[in-house]
């Protein structure tokens, strides 16, 4: 049977190698790896393979007459690495992971960070939520590439919330290296900033929020004439949706966007869909998602279910408008996924009977709860109630032959 190491260089080559790593290149006959990784073994006598790709790679040790090889990884094997995929290729052959030190090890240690509580997010070929990440925790820890540069997500974060005034930046390229570089400084600072294609960047945001938002008070939107969900009703709606932190949300008449917001907060990994066939509703969601952070909505003017069609299938589904589609609409994301949570909102008992009906048709339980919120005002001297209208809360529920 073959054996075969799985390798973390570290940052810099052989100048970073751990000693188990180093005996292991040494004893193996096959070493595989990108041009820059097998460079110092240019001279060694070993029959060498310039490969990253994990399936070509899995192929070349099977067809060496090698019975011993090593694979190279820059940095270290657990850390968003290639040896993740090339493992479960190595199924018939003895291995052995031997991990290294990491970018964002190496990285922190030299900008004297400690990096338990840091989030990490790579960006390679990748575009990953930035501003709502940065927004929601203390330090960030990016992976960058040619697309995504030091510069374009300092820019990008600029355009969200208040801009980060506080954020302070950190950048560094060729770790390890002679031509290492290493700056700091705020998103202004940083912008127009020329990187290395694979650059790393911690963000150290002191304002970073410390909960995750709920009945976020109307009056912190952005707002016009357009419907909007109350707090205490969007509130409970989101929460019975049980967002997963990396689902994909669907907020269908989106209105001022106030529930793709609280949706966006509880998948900071994921993404939420927001769709309305109103300009204004469209213009109104784009500004709130800008202005609490959230750069994981993406929001599409049509008509529903029409423009539904093409969008990838949701976990949770929220319907606070559908101009008299929405049995289609449920239809349809049942379609899409089986297991989907969907809650619809009703005002009127026609609406009501709609969304009842429409569960039904598609073979669903659905439970009903009625809201009614009645909130203080001051009017002179006195504090008098100020009553809501009521508001039903439907959301479907399991199969009814379950």
Known sequence: MKKVYLIGTGTNGTGSLTADAAKAIEDSELIVGATRMLEPYGDSGKELVNEYNPERTAEAIRNSKAQTASVLFSGDTGFFSGAKKLLPLLDDMETVVLPGVSSFAAFCAKCGFSYENMKFISLHGNDANIALEVHMNRYCFFLLDNNNTVSSVCLRLLKYGDGFPGLRVYAGSELGYENEKIVSGSIPDLIGYSSEPLSVLVTDNPDYLKYIPSAIPDERFIRTKIPMTK?????????????????????????????????????????????????EAIMLTCDNTRRFFCDNVRVYSGKCPECLEE?????????????????EIISLV??????????????????????????????????????????????????????????WIISGGKKCSE
């Open 231 to 279: 707090a205490e009703v969007r509130s409970c709606a989101v929460a019975s949706l049980n967002i997963p932190h990396d689902g994909i949300c669907w907020d269908i008449g989106s209105g001022t966007g106030s529930v793709s917001v609280e949706m966006a907060y509880r998948c900071p990994e994921g993404t939420v869909y927001s769709f309305d066939k109103n300009d």
């Open 311 to 327: 969008m990838p299938a949701p976990d949770s589904v929220f319907i606070g408008g559908s101009t008299g589609k929405i049995s």
């Open 334 to 391: 049942y379609r899409k996924n089986d297991n989907a949570c969907i809650t619809a909102t009703a005002v009127s008992v026609e609406t009501l009977a709609e969304a009842t009906d429409a569960f039904r048709k598609a073979g669903r339980e659905c439970s009903i709860t009625q809201i009614a919120v009645t909130r203080m005002k001051k009017v002179g001297s006195y504090t008098m109630p100020d009553a809501m209208n009521p508001v």
